[in-house]
């Protein structure tokens, strides 16, 4: 009997065992269920579900029954669904009282067009995800499997979907397209997880990408990715919304790189972009940026209509607060010659801040010093610059050439108007000197290269970029390199600036050999008037500049001026002086049939004893009311302008010694002069006309037998003198 109990309990264990393998593996066939099955999807969600014959089978790893079947028909809103499998886990005990409780159901799709998830969208999401299903995905095929989970009423209270996606095409922001996009995906109710996603983001091809979304609220989507950029004009010049208030983008004209990115972006319930942060870190390869306008400036010789970037490391965060950006690679103004570069730029709602690092082999001019760079010579140039609005705060900038150092710190401009510094140094071969500004403006060194300055006295700009300086100044340099041979020794000054002029000057220096320089000026505080005086017992220094002056040599120049707001009136007096080589005289008397004095003019040169000028200067006009020559061979009485655009226009009379020297023996007989008594005897000189721009000025000359009575009395208070 004991046998039989066991025999019979081994039976029913193996055939427990068998019956358990059939359920996991075959299953029981039947078709029982079909019509309540249907009936029941019926009354959910309107599913529609046409079976065929249905295996009851057994899940080993949870031991829950569940009934399959292969290629069922499902009609949903009036559009069939492919399914390749599907899978309807059930309580048992009510099914066998013809009561289908499902717990979750598995369906496995067969490969679908992703934009019959237009008309799915309403069941796979809530409506802010139908929205961009329906407006945003354009074409795809879809492979998935999709778990959903029923409650008691057979609602669904979540679904879970993985599967893959391939030649996905889909419009983000700014009508710029993801296209030839392969991923696989995971999804439930909240979140959307993408991973190996591979395709092109327009010219940009994303490697290996992720992307985590979260809809519960809005859109929270972030992502990292590789990318391989070639970007051209065609992208770049498409209208880029979210990028507009980054205009500097715009004139990125050519990018060749491979990138890791990281962002993030968040959208409303409506879409619209709450927030975004992008991250990136890679190599540039070949890039190409287009200034908006020409570089030009005084201190550069060449144009600058592009920059060149190549193998740059670059680092970049993006987001709506900043932009920050770090590279450290070759750049070239040319695309031929790459030089090392490494800069740090920071924009933040106003402020951009600019590090920047590199070396430099184009030319660089500083005539204010005579300092003159030449072409593909090394240097360096470091440069932290910081502005915010109006201002710009050069919080240090050093520029090294082997032995030359120009180096700058904390200079500001206001409105693009010099505001303030904080100290300059400067050695070169002809300067070592240093500008320091504390309660004054101390500048002092061993040399100045003034070769240049002149140029400056001369230049007709008026604009004032220096109207933020009020301050003391004192300036002690111990040589000064002059426009000619002589050096300026000893050289000090005491000085008020005010509103960027000068207001008040004393200084002192030195030529060698008792030839010294003065220069003071003094302020009417009544007027407002301004009084300079120069005295100099050398003229060439001063006076190399003007081609007026050209052939001057030797004398003693004194120099005086009345300044306002609107003009000036000068006075400028030189005393024992020759005229050599002067090419405008050298004419004059060639035209005047004045040979002898025209050899003499390019051998030793002709004496004068003085030359007087007085002068009107306005913004745009200097008017010479007066210039006399006066000397032992020949006597000149002149007047003329000369204008903004270097037009010269002089008219004057010219008369050799022979001719002064008979007038002078006539003075008490003044109607002999005016009037000769014998053929013949009269007075000779040249009336002559000068006029044109400097170097092209043209002479026409008239021989004259009387001479008014202007120059007569010039020339008897000269020599009654």
Known sequence: MKKIVINIILFVFFLLIFFLVVLSTVGIETSKFNKLISDR??????????LNKIKFKLEPNSLSLFLETQNPKINYKNLEIPIKNVKIYVDFLPLLKSRLIIKKANIDLEE???????????FIKPSNFKSFLNNKIKNGKLICEIEIFLDEKGSIKNYIAKGNIKNLKVETISNLNLTNTSLDFFTDKDDILLKKINGNFEDIEIVDGDIKLNIEDGIKLNSSFDSIIKLNDKFLGKDIKFLDKYKFLKNIKDLKGEFNNNFSINFDNTYKLKNYNYALNGKIQKSKFVLEETFQSKYIVEKINEIYLSDLQVQANLNPKKIEIKGDGKYSID?????????????????FNLKLNLDYKYSFLLDVINYKKKKNSASSLFLDLEKKDNEILIKKVKFNEQKN?????????????FFSFKKINVVTENNNFSIIRDKKILIIGTKF??????????????????????????????????????????????????????????????FGEDNYLDITMKKDINSEKKYLEIYSDLTKPLLSEFSFFKGLSGGKLFFSSVINSANSNSKLK???FKLINAPG???LLSLADLGG?????????????????????????IKFNEILALGPSISVLMDGYQDLNGMTSLRGTLVPAKTLNKMLSKIPLIGNIIIPKDIGEGLFGISFKMKGPEGKIKTSINPIRTLTPRFIQKIIEKKTK
């Open 335 to 351: 695309n031929k010659n790459f030089l090392k570069i490494n800069l740090e730029n920071n924009f933040k709602n106003d402020l």
């Open 574 to 576: 030189i005393e024992n």
């Open 449 to 510: 290269d003034a070769t240049n300055l002149p140029k400056f006295f001369k230049s007709n700009d008026s604009s004032n970029n220096f109207q933020n300086v009020n301050t003391n100044i004192e300036i002690d340099f111990k040589n000064i390199l002059v426009p000619t041979s002589e050096k300026l020794q000893n050289f000090k000054l005491f000085g008020e600036i005010k509103n960027g002029k000068f207001t008040k000057i004393s200084s002192k220096g030195d």
């Open 597 to 621: 004095l025209a050899d003499l003019a390019e051998g030793e040169g002709l004496s004068f004893d003085t030359l007087e000028i007085n002068m009107e200067k306005s913004k745009n006009f």
């Open 585 to 587: 005289v050298i004419k």
């Open 405 to 417: 150092l120009i180096e700058i710190e904390d200079l500001k401009f206001k409105k693009k108007k």
């Open 41 to 50: 999807t019926k009354q959910i969600n309107n599913i529609y579900l046409e």
């Open 112 to 122: 679908l067009e992703i934009t019959k998830l237009n008309e799915l969208s309403t």
